[in-house]
């Protein structure tokens, strides 16, 4: 069946070589397989051929039971929204092509389960730059960047769906860092919503606001991160974001 049902955002991944390229990511991880999204199973297959353990979260039941049919023993299909879905307990590797208009929500889903290691992700280009910090980091990025590395990998193109989306997709990869930058997810994670929201022309005038820093002790980070007092917070890089909060602590 080609194409899938547009109100589960379904846009299928039909390109063969879209397909080797995530192949040869996945290869690089070890570990069990969660697949996000299988719907025919044009990743599903090749990856089930790795003879590591593969599950794959459908939401569409019809597509679960036509897909669990079709592999291996050692692969299955559960048939439900990844959303409300217990992610394994044991270290795993996540693949998806995940639907366009529910990337970000997913990505969340996904950051927070807390124990795969890496996540190959087909979503949205312009998501996938943001995440991986390319033109600026957003603020989902930068609130999880001590936690995880992210990698941009390709541009994949609209014609490599069917349906054909509106956008053109992108190869992201994350990977969890075997020591965390900072500690205290919560309060850090506060911090750079509070920064990223906060009023004021350039980040100099942002922090000095937040009321967490000394001026002379701010301006010494800014000149020694050779950050200009005028960038703006999607600026910064993983290591000044945990720098920064050194600071604060």
Do not use: C
Request: charged fraction near 20%; charge should be positive; proline fraction near 8%.
């Amino acid at each position: 069946m080609v194409g899938g049902r547009h109100e589960l955002g379904q846009n299928f991944l039909t390109d063969r070589g879209v397909i080797a390229s995530i192949e040869a990511l996945v290869a690089a991880t070890s570990g069990p397989i969660v697949e996000i999204g299988p719907g025919d199973g044009a990743l599903t297959l090749p990856l089930s051929r790795t003879g590591r353990p593969l599950t794959a979260v459908e939401i569409d039941p019809g597509r679960a039971q036509r897909l669990q049919r079709r592999l291996p023993r050692g692969a299955h299909v559960v048939n439900a929204d990844v959303l409300r879905y217990r992610f394994p307990r044991e270290p795993h590797v996540i693949v998806g092509n995940l639907p366009f208009h529910l990337t970000t929500t997913i990505m969340r889903r996904v950051l927070a389960a807390d124990r795969w290691e890496s996540a190959v992700l087909l979503v949205q280009w312009e998501v996938a730059r943001r995440r991986a910090g390319v033109g600026g980091a957003s603020m989902l990025t930068a609130s999880w960047w001590p936690w995880y590395g992210f990698a941009l990998h390709s541009r994949v193109p609209a014609r490599a769906f069917r349906p054909v989306p509106s956008v053109d997709g992108g190869l992201l990869s994350m990977t969890r860092r075997p020591e965390p930058l900072v500690g205290d997810r919560r309060a850090y994670q506060a911090f750079v919503q509070r920064v990223f929201t906060g009023p004021g022309r350039g980040l100099r005038e942002v922090l000095g606001r937040t009321g967490h820093f000394d001026g002379a002790a701010l301006r010494a980070w800014l000149r020694a991160e050779r950050v200009p007092p005028y960038a703006l917070p999607k600026d910064l890089s993983a290591e000044q974001w945990a720098s920064l909060w050194r600071l604060v602590r």
